[in-house]
């Protein structure tokens, strides 16, 4: 399985970014899918992620009610609606996935399968 992430760039505070990530190799219906970000110097930071059946979704407390994971079984890709931006949001942003991962467990960046290589995200106020 690859991912590949992208869509990221310099954008200014308040307004809105859509990240993306292509699979390849198996398809996202059968994935769970999430996002991660790692600022400088911080550790890595669960964003998102969708279940394998896409009918459930979680949200890190930062980004909760900003940003709207999404994926298209058509197109094979998960994408990151990110809205209101803020400087504290500037990050590598790196998707993942994992074939047995549940989404009612506590998400965890050791318990994904695969990464894409990263978008760097940059948000100027």
């Known amino acids: 399985v690859q991912l590949q992430a992208s869509g990221g760039g310099l954008v200014q505070a308040g307004g809105p970014l859509r990240l993306s990530c292509t699979v390849s190799?198996?398809?996202?219906?059968?994935?769970?899918l999430g996002w991660f970000r790692q600022a400088p110097g911080k550790e890595r930071e669960f964003v998102a992620a969708v279940s394998q059946n896409g009918g459930l979704s979680q949200y890190g407390d930062s980004v909760k009610g900003r940003f709207t994971i999404s994926r298209d079984i058509r197109k094979n890709t998960v994408g990151l609606q990110i809205n209101k931006l803020k400087p504290d949001d500037t990050a590598v942003y790196y998707c993942?996935?994992?074939?047995?991962?549940?989404?009612?467990?506590?998400?965890?960046?050791?318990?994904?399968?695969?990464w894409g290589q990263g978008t760097l995200v940059t948000v100027s106020s």
């Open positions: 993942a996935a994992s074939i047995r991962w549940d989404i009612r467990l506590k998400p965890a960046a050791q318990a994904m399968n695969y």
């Open positions: 190799g198996r398809t996202v219906g059968n994935l769970y």
